[in-house]
């Protein structure tokens, strides 16, 4: 396989392992919900980045599953999708026309090498579609950068704490923290100095982004937006990560006693009530992560948006323990499952027997087809 196959195809293992492993993340919520773990955010979250990872790592697990079965060590072991399905269908688990099939089973392999060639108007528009959609996401994320840039940069140098640089901006009505090569960066609007439970508040919350790693994984994740931009599980997939560190961290700040759950709660109010005034920059500037925005599609909804979520759950202040220990237990069978999906749906690498018999009965399926037609013309003349 040349390399632009092997990115191509990686590239699209990518997407179909997006899209099943959110489905399969989502039945793993639904069974701590039911477990009466549904407050373990931090346990989620970390779910989500494993399995974010081994999404990211699956071209080298088919790497590692194809050197296996090269050197005889997996040989007789096939857990390929494909082969399962036309093993299924030669065995006459359901009827249909053998090139019809053919056609579909290769339907995968014929538009890879569409879009290699860019031949016909389907992979044309494909191609076409994903150009623009790229380079409006890398342009978006450039000049959100800058002013992310600009914003940090202008703001007024207040306190260093090791590689932590807190600054004062004019230019926010959010708090927020950002990193740049080796520093670290919290951001805090100047209306807030006059208010010192409310800039306790959003002192604690982003120094708690920062002891959790979420910066690097915001970076990480808006720097693949445009990559994957069009498929919707990556999307709420993002959207499921920022909603579950924000209350992952509201709930590690309160376990620590320092902070009243009033004044945390008027806090997150009293922030959010500010960017509803449309704060353009804070809209634009990414990647960073702050201590609330305003959800304008949903605030006045039947949920009241996740600002209410986030209340709830800070009312409620339960931090399950032994999070470890469930991790573990939630994570073996998880991953496995990826690891499974993600040589599952690799493209055959040889023709098996099982492919070669769908060949065999194809060309015989044709060649009866020939004989009849020939056949019936005889018999005419």
Request: proline share 2%; with cysteine.
């Amino acid at each position: 396989m040349i390399a632009g196959e092997a990115l191509l195809d990686a590239f699209i293992n990518a997407n179909i392992l997006f899209l099943l492993g959110y489905a399969l993340w989502f039945g793993v919520r639904a069974a701590m919900t039911g477990l009466g773990l549904g407050h373990a955010y931090g346990t989620q979250l970390k779910l989500l980045n494993a399995v974010f990872v081994a999404i990211l790592c699956a071209p080298f697990v088919a790497l590692a599953f194809a050197v296996l079965q090269g050197t005889g060590m997996t040989r007789g072991v096939n857990v390929n999708l494909s082969d399962m399905v036309v093993s299924y269908y030669l065995n006459g688990g359901f009827e249909m026309n053998s090139s019809q099939f053919e056609g579909l089973v290769l339907a995968r392999d014929t538009f890879l090498l569409d879009l290699l060639n860019g031949q016909g108007a389907v992979a044309q528009t494909f191609i076409a579609l994903f150009l623009v959609g790229f380079c409006v996401g890398v342009l978006r994320l450039a000049y959100s950068v800058f002013c992310l840039w600009r914003i940090v940069s202008s703001g007024y140098s207040w306190r260093r704490i090791g590689r932590i640089r807190i600054r004062v901006s004019d230019r926010t009505l959010v708090p927020f923290s950002t990193r740049g090569w080796r520093n670290y960066y919290v951001v805090l609007p100047s209306q807030s100095l006059g208010r010192y439970e409310e800039l306790q508040v959003a002192l604690a919350h982003e120094f708690q982004h920062i002891r959790q790693g979420d910066l690097e994984w915001e970076v990480l994740m808006e720097a693949l937006k445009p990559f994957f931009f069009f498929n919707p599980a990556y999307r709420g997939w993002k959207r499921r990560v920022e909603h579950l560190r924000e209350l992952n961290c509201d709930s590690a700040v309160l376990s620590l006693g320092r902070i009243q759950i009033r004044a945390y709660c008027d806090s997150l109010l009293s922030v959010c009530q500010r960017t509803l005034r449309r704060d353009r920059a804070m809209v634009l500037a990414v990647p960073k992560v702050t201590l609330v925005t305003a959800d304008r599609t949903s605030l006045f909804g039947r949920n009241g948006g996740f600002l209410a979520q986030r209340i709830q759950s800070i009312l409620e202040a339960r931090r399950p323990s032994h999070q470890r220990l469930i991790f573990a237990m939630l994570a073996i069978p998880l991953l496995s499952a990826i690891v499974l999906m993600t040589v599952a749906i690799q493209s055959p690498g040889d023709w098996s027997h099982d492919r070669l018999m769908l060949s065999t009965v194809v060309n015989l399926d044709r060649m009866d087809e020939i004989n009849r037609l020939s056949t019936f013309g005889r018999v005419r003349n």
